[in-house]
């Protein structure tokens, strides 16, 4: 396989990066090729503008997913936008390895989202979820929490996580068409113990040597729903 | 009032800025004051990075949260973090104005919240919630889709649209201890005629002149939970 890790952390020594390195690790040892896009490193770009095009279909107004698809098309994309894409279409399998920041991605990271997940190549539409552009890759993430697990769920204080984390889940990468593996979730990372960590680090390692036994969440299907995108058994 | 509206749209004569300026005139002619800040205008940072920090708590090695706090508690914080957290404080009601990206915030205005939220003022231990730092302001979301409204929904393909704004309406604008509005949506703007844009915009004005009957979204309360965080009503 072709994995190409996205990571985001802003301290090059913390638990993520060992989370990274563990990664890399572990799927070169398996004989997989591992490329890694170290946002904070690369001093990665999030804002999405009018910069991002080095041609444009209207140049008076920007509707930005319109000039995606455009810039895709001339092969006038900028030039980091265009590298990250390559890296994209050359991974069978994607891996976000970031710290939750209010309950998403850190803004570096969305922001790579945002630009790299190019309208008229990943999506548009009716190329969504089982018809995503990326249909055929992978996509988990393996994130750090502040909080402890019993502050999830139906009874926790905050909710179901994996309703927290639907935005990315469903919202990105099942719409862009990828097989979702369930997410590796390292709890309460701030504040436990080397012991611990080293534990959660273990767990990782065994997540990642067991992808295939991993059942992939469920994404609505096309078939299912009429050209409108409206269910198709609905009685309007 | 004191009203800030906190704006990203990376086209200045978009529809949301249209609902921005919309904004600032309905209101002000109601008598509040009103700030604005126009991330993309200001050419605001988003990336939360050690550069936030004047003085550290510890120099070798960052946890974003903890020199938040530091840097809130000795006046040490990056001087564009310290403007905005201190429009945060003079408002009443924050308005968020945004197109809709993958089910979230453009990441410039998520960077805004990554860094302007800081811990030890915006929230800390026990200080989420209705005891959060920010108890007694409303925040409201004002976003714009490419969408249509029976996308959304238990039915809709794309499922409904409160579940995937779950993390920014509980997870950031609830946690900090606001009272959160319900959101005003404008459905499918780049698709519409410009009459339908008229009338969106019409609903806008009307939503703004009749915040004071909108029920506020339910949050948890912190009576209902013990000193770790869990149900005080659950069986372990």
């Known amino acids: 396989m072709n994995v190409l890790i996205v990571f985001a952390h802003n301290e090059p020594r913390s638990f993520n990066a060992a989370m990274k390195d563990e990664a890399l690790r572990v799927l070169e040892g398996e004989?997989?090729?591992?490329?890694?896009?170290?946002?904070?490193?690369?001093?990665?770009?999030?804002?999405?503008?009018?910069a991002d095009f080095g041609s444009r279909a209207n140049p008076d107004y920007l509707v930005y997913a319109l000039e995606q698809r455009h810039a895709f098309n001339t092969g006038t994309l900028a030039p980091d936008i265009a590298a990250e894409l390559e890296k994209v279409k050359w991974a069978d399998l994607i891996l976000f390895n970031f710290p939750i920041y209010w309950y998403g991605m850190p803004?570096?990271?969305?922001?790579?989202?945002?630009?790299?997940?190019?309208?008229?190549?990943?999506?548009?539409?009716?190329?969504?979820?089982?018809?995503?552009?990326?249909k055929g890759k992978k996509a988990m993430l393996a994130v750090s929490l502040g909080g402890q697990a019993h502050m999830f769920g139906p009874e926790g204080i905050h909710g179901e996580l994996e309703v927290l984390l639907?935005?990315?889940?469903?919202?990105?990468?099942?719409?862009?068409?990828?097989?979702?593996?369930?997410?590796?979730?390292?709890?309460?990372?701030?504040?436990?113990?080397?012991?611990?960590?080293?534990?959660?680090?273990?767990?990782?390692?065994?997540?990642?040597?067991?992808?295939?036994?991993?059942?992939?969440?469920?994404?609505?299907?096309?078939?299912?729903?009429?050209?409108?995108?409206?269910p198709k058994a609905a009685v309007d």
């Open 31 to 50: 004989g997989h090729q591992v490329q890694v896009s170290d946002l904070y490193a690369m001093n990665f770009n999030p804002v999405a503008s009018a």
């Open 107 to 134: 803004a570096i990271l969305k922001g790579w989202v945002d630009r790299v997940f190019v309208s008229g190549f990943c999506y548009g539409g009716r190329r969504i979820y089982d018809q995503g552009g990326l």
């Open 166 to 230: 639907q935005p990315i889940l469903r919202g990105m990468l099942g719409y862009v068409g990828c097989t979702v593996l369930p997410p590796y979730v390292a709890w309460h990372v701030p504040y436990v113990s080397d012991a611990e960590r080293a534990e959660i680090l273990d767990g990782y390692r065994r997540h990642l040597l067991s992808l295939d036994a991993r059942a992939p969440l469920r994404f609505p299907s096309l078939a299912d729903y009429d050209q409108n995108l409206r």
